[in-house]
């Protein structure tokens, strides 16, 4: 089990708000995916200094695999307390592996409105993709075995640890 | 009868939704916190979410109805479900259709799901017990039997005004002895756990034996809804004057209806609920169903998030839901 300590992803944080004032110029809104994606959105809000409040996504109604394991139990509903439409949004996730998460997060986007564009930022970009997805903004990449996980713990402090499965 | 043999899986999980009778309190609390989740979707640009997608889902309305038939189908809509409706009171049983050949040939058309109402107790679970593997049954009210989603959603609008159940005093007011919505709440309530269920209404329309599902009876409204923290209304059936069980409609009111002045003994804060139509001036006064202890019309949203939860429950998929995808989801 390999760890990152919360030193090192602030200092990947604050190289990605430094991409991101290059890759989404202007006055953007950030959006990030529950649970990962909310707690590294926070941090790059507060970087950035973004007056529009944050987004948070919940994709759980989006996902793929519903007919193969279910209803999530508790879903904290999603919050976009800005309109979508003509909007420049980044869209923040803590990893990412295979696209899908994104992929329904886009989807879920699209049923609130019309963006202008948007910009994908995560803390890890492991391999292993599925979709034609790649991230603009990158914290860090990896390159896991398809049984490792990356996961996140936080808010605070942010811990990341790779772990494998049994 | 063991209903949950017919109702749950062998893993406790819901896949018809028949009655709250004998249904464990965390599968209750499981059915709120999920209709939490879908309480947004109603408010966003896109009235949607793709759960359901592909799934047909058929109204069987053997008995009129327009809220309750219209709140399941807007949220089958909402879970981007194909939903057909059918009044069957007017179509092939008329015909001579058996209940049996009308299912079979909606059957053969490929449906998922079936919403039942109907004027005979049971016939929801009569269906349920014959319908191939992998269909669901909700009930939308049978007979004198139950109506379990109007009981869920009246749990959910208590939640959302009241909070803890345990410190409440429910009093559900009128014609108990035919009123499915009564038996379900009884139900629903005694097992979520509120301090005090009471009933009330005339002799001719409580049932003797009620005392047996724990509830304080009062045959005076008055004493009855004294610091009561939620009053259920019942919608008092033309029917049951005809036959004769209550003197007339002002009289009953006179007796039975809600007034401010009667409303004024309950709790300061008390929220005054009716599952709909009201019949203004025959169980409640205009200036109450109206007023700001009522929470007639939220009962109306909150049915949809409810229904869609209760819908996307019994459609889920039988695996279970992994614990480490509730936060890791796949990335």
Known sequence: MKTLPAGEIDKLLLEMANQLRQAAPGKPVMVGIQTGGVWIAERLHRLLELKTPLGRLNIAFYRDDFSRIGLHPRVTPSSLPFAVEDQHIILVDDVLHTGRTVRAALNEIFDYGRPASVTLAVLIERSGRELPVCAEVIGKRMSLKPGEHVKLSGPEPLALEIKTAE | ?331
């Open chain 2, 1 to 331: 009868m063991n209903h949950n043999s017919l109702q749950l899986d062998t893993h406790g999980r819901l896949r018809h939704f028949l009655t709250i009778e004998g249904l464990p309190r965390s599968l209750l609390l499981d059915i709120l916190n999920r209709a939490e989740s879908f309480s947004g979707v109603g408010e966003r640009a896109v009235k949607k979410v793709p759960l359901l997608r592909g799934k047909t889902i058929a109204n069987l309305f053997f008995e009129p109805s327009t809220r309750t038939r219209t709140t399941f189908e807007l949220a089958a809509k909402r879970l981007s479900a194909d939903v057909l409706s059918l009044n069957i009171a007017s179509s092939s049983t008329k015909k001579g259709e058996s209940l049996l050949d009308t299912l079979r040939t909606l059957e053969a058309m490929h449906c998922d799901m079936f919403i039942v109402r109907h004027a005979d107790s049971g016939a929801a679970h009569y269906i349920a017990s014959r319908v191939a593997p992998g269909v669901s049954v909700i009930n939308g009210g049978d007979g004198r039997h139950a109506h379990p989603t109007q009981a869920m959603l009246d749990l959910y609008t208590i939640r959302k005004h009241k909070g803890d159940f345990s410190r409440l005093c429910v009093a559900i007011v009128g014609d108990i002895l035919h009123s499915r919505v009564a038996r379900s709440e009884i139900h629903a309530l005694s097992i979520i756990g509120v301090r005090e269920i009471r009933v009330i209404g005339p002799r001719t329309l409580v049932p003797r034996d009620i005392q047996t599902l724990g509830v304080h009876v009062f045959h005076d409204l008055a004493s009855g809804i004294r610091d009561a923290d939620v009053i259920i209304m019942l919608r008092l059936q033309s029917e049951r004057m005809r036959s004769a069980l209550i003197p007339g409609e002002s009289e009953y009111f006179n007796l039975y209806g809600l007034t401010e002045e009667k409303l004024a003994l309950a709790n300061a804060d008390a929220i005054v609920m009716h599952p709909g139509p009201i019949n203004r001036g025959v169980e409640i006064d205009s200036t109450v169903a109206d007023g700001n202890h009522s929470v007639i019309l939220q009962q109306v949203s909150h049915g949809i998030a409810v229904r869609m939860a209760i819908m996307a429950m019994t459609m889920s998929a039988p695996g279970d839901y992994p614990a480490e995808a509730a936060d890791e989801v796949n990335n």
